[in-house]
Nanobody, 115 residues
Framework: QVQLVESGGGLVQPGGSLRLSCAAS????????MSWYRQAPGKERYFVAGISDTGPTTKCAASVKGRFTIFRDNAKNTVYLQMNSLKPDDTAVYYC????????WGQGTQVTVSS
């Protein structure tokens, strides 16, 4: 079965960096696009970044463009989200998503940006 496990979240000061990881299993990882979403308390879940199956094509939400980078290692079945210049507004639970016939989500990892 499809499994997605996120890691790498934590508490960071404004201006800091974090790298999130999403380890995937249960499907042919290199054949599917992957994406990251986030959900702040009391708000809906929003798209953050996506990457094509082999990685040459990426897309980021306007709010994170220039600060966040999505990339993947198909040999490790892992997709990453490098987050730089973090702001308090980036505080949220970050989720990895795969669409393999239907939508699958990981359990999420908390990112808190605060001084």
């Amino acid at each position: 079965q499809v499994q997605l496990v996120e890691s790498g979240g934590g508490l960071v000061q404004p201006g800091g960096s974090l790298r999130l990881s999403c380890a995937a299993s249960g499907f042919t990882f290199g054949s599917y696009a992957m994406s990251w979403y986030r959900q702040a308390p009391g708000k809906e879940r929003y798209f953050v970044a996506g990457i094509s199956d082999t990685g040459p094509t990426t897309k980021c939400a306007a709010s994170v463009k220039g600060r966040f980078t999505i990339f993947r290692d198909n040999a490790k079945n892992t997709v990453y989200l490098q987050m730089n210049s973090l702001k308090p507004d980036d505080t949220a639970v970050y989720y990895c998503r795969a669409f393999v016939g239907s939508s699958y989500w990981g359990q999420g990892t908390q990112v808190t940006v605060s001084s």
